[in-house]
């Protein structure tokens, strides 16, 4: 079983900061990539940002420039830091782990934490 525990959302105001932390635990027999997807009200659930075991990154163009992705190898945690945050931001964050799952491949979850973003 591979955890995945999320803490820093909570409540900003539209041009605040934010930082989320995803740690990972458990039976990690490697990691492809590891990343987080948000889900507004009635919206499906969408990626924000990813990054590989090597460091490559990948962040959805309403985010570039404001939110920076970034990993500990060493403590399998993954880290989001949201700057010039609006309210179109405001979702619930869920980090992901995909990583090796016998032949093929598996997405971890988080529980989700919330952030909302006051105009």
């Known amino acids: 079983q591979v955890q995945l525990v999320e803490s820093g959302g909570g409540l900003v105001q539209a041009g605040g900061s934010l930082r989320l932390s995803c740690a990972a635990s458990?039976?990690?027999?490697?990691?492809?990539?590891m990343g987080w997807y948000r889900q507004a009200p009635g919206k499906q659930r969408e990626l924000v940002a990813a990054i590989t075991s090597g460091g490559s990154t990948n962040l959805v163009g309403a985010v570039k420039g404001r939110f920076t992705i970034s990993r500990d190898n060493a403590k399998n945690t993954v880290y989001l830091q949201m700057n010039s945050l609006k309210p179109e931001d405001t979702a619930v964050y869920y980090c992901n782990l995909r990583g090796p799952r016998g032949l093929g491949v598996a997405d971890y979850w988080g529980q989700g934490t919330q952030v909302t973003v006051s105009s």
């Open positions: 458990g039976s990690i027999f490697g990691i492809n990539s």
